[in-house]
Every structure is written in C-alpha cells, then in structure tokens.
C-alpha cells in the first residue's frame, strides 16, 4: 500500500497564495483615516484634538505624559509610567486605534472618518 502525504505540492502553493492574499488585504489596502483624537483620563474625555495639526499635547492630568501628532497619526511619545506598553503601542492613524496608559488612567483614542456620524441625536 501506498502511503499518501497530507499535504502535496500543489496545497502548500494555494495555502501560500490564501496567507499573502490575507496579508495584502490587512496591511497594504488603507483603512479609514480618523480626524480627530480623543484624550480620555479616567473614563471622561478631557480634551479632542485635531490630527491635520502636528504638535506635542501635555494633558493638565499629568504633565509628565506627551501625546505626539504629526502627519494625520497620533501616539504617546512619553509616559512616566514603569512598563511603556503605552509608548511601544506606536503611531494610530486608523479610526477606532487606541493607545491606553493605565498607571495614569489616560487613552488616546483616533475617531473621525466617513463612518462617524455628527449631530446624531
């Protein structure tokens, strides 16, 4: 008797092309741009700040914290705090991306875009 392979040649080349494909699909084709980020401490939004304006945010919560915005994308470039997990989170561009520092119970937050709807009631 013969012993058949579990998988050939020709099914390791489909499961290559499916894994790039999935792979075009998440990275390479743009998502929604937000517009604007929102700075939450605590649960509450403290501040909106626009993503078409680069600059350095300190929020009145902490000051040893700083938001960076540049290029229509936003981050934590600096945090007090002892991990970094915030920091190392890196540039949000994409509406609905958050960034959460919890020893300072700050987030940040990207929101905007075609899908958001203002003047809802």
Known sequence: MEKRKFFNKKDIVIIALII???IFLMYLMPGERGSRALVIYNGREIDSLPLD?????????????EIEIKDGRVRFLSSDCPDKIC???GWLEKAGQSAVCLPNRLSVTVSGGKDDIEGEI
């Not at 929020?59 to 040893?64: D, G, K």
């Open 87 to 89: 920091v190392n989170t």
């Open 20 to 22: 790039l494909a999935g």
């Open 53 to 65: 304006e680069d600059m350095i945010y300190r929020p009145e919560v902490n000051e040893n914290v």
